[in-house]
């Protein structure tokens, strides 16, 4: 996917592109004609990093609803000569996923649009989603020939058909046809079977039943047949002559020996015998990739006393799958004598905190320190924005880590955060932080966060808000609360403040 470009923080554009609760107030406020164009912008130019984890569908569709604006830009988009040259959902989907919202809202226009892309569109799936969640069984039975058309006659047609049924997110559409349409009647009959054929066909490499076995295997062979009888004490599973290692340097090599390597550290919490720890600190310090990794992962997970010292030495290593993997590893150890040389690898004064071990010593005391870590934590807030700016995977962990040690030194930076985040995610994740350290938040960014994109992040706001001083909460809450669309946890927490806003009023 492309990587979206974010107008200034400051602009309706940037705004509506983050998902603020602002950009929502603004568009409002500004010339009708400007806003519809910046929502069209976003709404056919996906703003989001990670469609998975960011809301922005029901914040535009509602926007959509409350300026009146038409669907030609949308439309226009979903028919463009692109559409006939690449079936990439990331192109369309926020689009199907806004037009989905806005036929719940009543808009017909937006559900004869979902109809005409799911007969003839290259992201048809999406589309047929969209409409199994909102149409009538009528308009979804119309459909049913135009959508197995998409499916061509033959064997390999009616295999295609099988695994989209069977993979199917939205089931009720498939259920209607088989009543009317033989073909896929027999592909729904077909489909269970089909999946427990492949699951009995499962073959591969598994390791030897021993810790020398386990630890050669994490480094050659193919995960994709390890199965769970091989790790149960059946040796008999295991085939008479291992397949040949493929090759480390392959597309796929370093990926397997990830994956190995975690499976190889699963196996040896059942094989590992005492006698057995020697050779384990052995692979731990000095081994091949798979069986350092795997070796290090156990002794981790087993809270060895050896493993905050190999965790150290890894990560000085020269090869960056190590050092990355000692990094990883750390984050997942827990305990007093962990804490006390994160504190020391994280301080200044006696570590690297400009380090990678540092980083990443900071990156645990989020997760798991105390409230004496606070400092730390927050000089890593502030380390990791003026260098990085406000963005990366380890910021967030940083945020809450800022929010848990209740760290009100952090908020400033927290502001900063929660104002220049492109990601939808971080912002709430900032938004929480800030309830948890700004004395202010309640009349000061919860108030914004009510017309926020996220759905977590509007449910923060009902609960924290101040109902008195802006007339715009009280209104904006019992909208919320009338809203079918709104989420029930959002619908709850606005509830419940407005009954307690009523019963203090009396």
Not at 89 to 114: F, K, P, Q
Not at 448 to 461: G, K, M, V
């Amino acid at each position: 996917m492309f990587e979206p470009v974010i107008a200034p923080s400051a602009s309706l554009l940037g705004l509506l592109q983050r998902g603020r609760g602002d950009g929502q107030l603004h568009a409002l406020a500004a010339d009708r004609a400007e806003a519809i164009a910046a929502l069209e912008e976003c709404v056919t130019r996906d703003p989001r990093a990670d469609w998975q984890v960011e809301s922005r569908s029901l914040y535009y569709a509602r926007l959509y609803m409350e300026l009146e604006a038409p669907l030609d830009g949308i439309e226009d988009h979903l028919h463009s000569a692109e559409d006939l040259v690449t079936d990439d959902e990331s192109r369309t989907g926020l689009a199907l996923s806004v037009l989905g919202h806005l036929a719940a809202y009543g808009r017909r226009d937006a559900l004869l649009m979902l109809r005409e892309y799911a007969a003839t569109g290259a992201n048809w799936a999406w589309a047929l989603d969209e409409l199994a969640l909102r149409d009538d069984d009528r308009g979804l039975l119309l459909l049913g020939t135009a959508v197995l058309d998409h499916f061509p006659p033959g064997p390999e047609g009616d295999a295609e058909l099988r695994e989209f049924i069977r993979n199917a997110y939205e089931p009720r559409p498939w259920r209607l046809w088989a009543a009317y349409h033989p073909r896929v009647a027999a592909a729904t009959e077909q489909s269970p079977f089909d999946l427990w054929q492949r699951q009995v066909n499962r073959s591969g490499v598994t390791p030897g039943w021993s810790t020398a076995d386990v630890l050669a295997w994490a480094d050659q062979g193919d995960l994709a047949g390890v199965g769970v009888g091989a790790f149960l004490g059946r040796p008999d599973a295991r085939p008479e002559r291992p397949e040949p290692a493929r090759d480390a340097a392959s597309p796929s090599g370093p990926d397997a020996v990830d994956r190995r390597a975690a499976a190889a550290a699963r196996c040896l919490t059942a094989v590992v015998r005492p006698e057995d720890r020697p050779a384990l600190l052995e692979a731990a310090r000095s081994g091949l990739p798979g069986a350092r990794r795997a070796a290090l992962r156990y002794l981790v997970d087993q809270r060895d006393p050896a493993a905050v010292e190999l965790i150290e030495v890894a990560a000085a290593d020269v090869d960056d799958r190590i050092v990355r993997a000692a990094l990883e590893l750390l984050g997942r150890m827990r305990g007093p004598e962990v804490l006390a040389q994160a504190r020391r690898w994280a301080d200044p004064a006696t570590g690297g905190a400009d380090s990678a071990l540092g980083e990443a010593a900071v990156q645990l005391l989020a997760d798991a320190g105390e409230p004496q870590d606070a400092p730390l934590v927050v000089a890593g807030l502030r380390r990791w924005v003026s260098v990085r700016g406000v963005a990366g995977t380890g910021l967030g962990s940083l945020v809450d880590g800022a929010g848990r040690l209740a760290a009100a030194d952090a908020v400033p930076v927290l502001r900063h955060i929660y104002g220049e985040a492109a990601s939808s995610e971080l912002r709430g994740r900032a938004a929480r932080a800030l309830a948890a350290t700004d004395v202010h938040f309640p009349e000061g960014p919860a108030v914004e966060c009510l017309w926020d994109c996220e759905e977590s992040t509007r449910e923060l706001a009902a609960r924290h808000v101040a109902t008195t001083g802006d007339a715009r909460v009280l209104e904006r809450l019992r909208r919320l609360a009338a809203d079918p669309a709104e989420e029930a946890e959002v619908h709850a927490a606005v509830r419940g403040r407005l009954t307690a806003a009523r019963e203090s009023g009396r």
